[in-house]
């Protein structure tokens, strides 16, 4: 265990890059996953992957745990009031609010 952490901090992987892909990795399989396709599936992951990589270079830390709090909070809500089948739509909702959120807060408390 302690060679793994070593060789993670010479390549610097950091909390907030693997947050950051594993975030964006699995909003972007979801959405491959309603798109329909292997294709779709792989292309959205990617690019999840990637996007969540360069946000997590502009150590983003707050703005990513407000995607994902938006996210849970929005799939909670939407399958309270609308039943199983609205939880994507919730948690899409939610997850675009916290964003919208994070940055927000992240703007504030940098200027």
């Known amino acids: 265990m302690p060679d793994l952490l070593s060789r993670m901090r010479i390549l610097k992987i950091t909390t ?53 709090s938006g996210t849970v909070l929005g799939g909670i809500l939407a399958w309270m009031l609308g039943g199983p089948e609205t939880v994507i739509i919730g948690a899409g909702t939610g997850g675009a609010m916290g964003g919208f959120i994070g940055i927000n807060i992240e703007l504030y408390l940098r200027g």
């Open 16 to 68: 907030d890059l693997v947050m950051g892909v594993m975030i964006m990795g699995i909003t972007g399989y979801i959405i491959g996953l309603n798109l329909g396709g292997p294709v779709f599936i792989a292309f959205t992951t990617l690019m999840g992957i990637i996007l969540g990589g360069f946000v997590s270079t502009l150590k983003a830390r707050r703005f990513f745990l407000s995607i994902l």
